[in-house]
């Protein structure tokens, strides 16, 4: 399985919903990361996770709150959000050491917050 | 963070014919990867070179690396409709981040 798979594929949410986006991969991976990709835009990184450890937080609002429950899935959390954070949403993984490999990058969730 | 900048910002060809887009980058790299996404989907990894390589070759993709220049170069030889799409360089770095340049809108018109 040569796959990382996002769900869902649309979500649209109200500010006061809580919901969650999910992510899976089965490539023994041990590195996953969220990006947030606004249009016409290239996509920034969120987090890092590093063998289910938050690794990296590129100082993303408390909204977003992710979560690695073991090593083939992520997910993130979003509570309160406002309508600038609708964008698409990509979850990627990839070896953490190697460094002579590319990452694997779902499909991503489109958000849309109203 | 976005890592550097992409050149041209968009680019029509014909079928058939070369595309060539350039990326700049700011810090020190481990590697240099080049992505496609088409459409507001998921990116597709097309090749990675590593900082202490000047060129590599994958199929009809040619990818070249400066490291004096923080410059890389992708080249899709003999263009085709399927190719239009957006692609974007990345760098990573020894903190383990991937940082992308802000992409090449490419179309092939047939």
């Known amino acids: 399985d040569t796959e990382v798979t996002q769900t869902p594929k649309h979500l649209v949410m109200g500010m006061t919903n809580k919901k969650s986006l999910k992510c899976e991969q089965h490539?023994?991976?041990?590195?996953m990361y969220w990006y947030k990709q606004k249009a016409k835009k290239p996509p920034e990184l969120m987090f890092v996770y590093s063998y289910e450890k938050l690794s990296i937080n590129e100082s993303v609002p408390s909204r977003f709150s992710p979560e690695c429950p073991n090593s083939s899935l992520l997910n993130l959390h979003l509570h309160a959000l406002q309508p600038e954070d609708s964008a698409l949403y990509l979850c990627a993984s990839s070896h953490y050491e190697r460094d002579n490999y590319g990452y694997t990058f779902g499909s991503g969730t489109r958000l849309t917050v109203v | 963070s976005q890592q550097g900048e992409e050149d041209p910002q968009a680019l029509s060809i014909q079928e058939g014919e070369n595309a060539t887009m350039n990326c700049s980058y700011k810090t020190s790299i481990n590697n240099l990867q080049w992505y496609r996404q088409n459409s507001g989907r998921g990116l597709v990894h097309l090749i990675l070179?590593?900082?202490?390589?000047r060129e590599k070759h994958s199929g009809r993709l040619r990818v070249t690396l400066d490291t004096s220049k923080k410059s890389s170069s992708l080249l899709i030889t003999a263009s085709r409709a399927a190719d239009t799409a957006s692609y974007f360089c990345a760098t990573r770095s020894n903190d383990y981040k991937l940082s992308f340049g802000a992409g090449t809108t490419v179309t092939v018109r047939a």
């Open positions: 070179i590593r900082s202490n390589e």
């Open positions: 490539m023994g991976h041990r590195a």
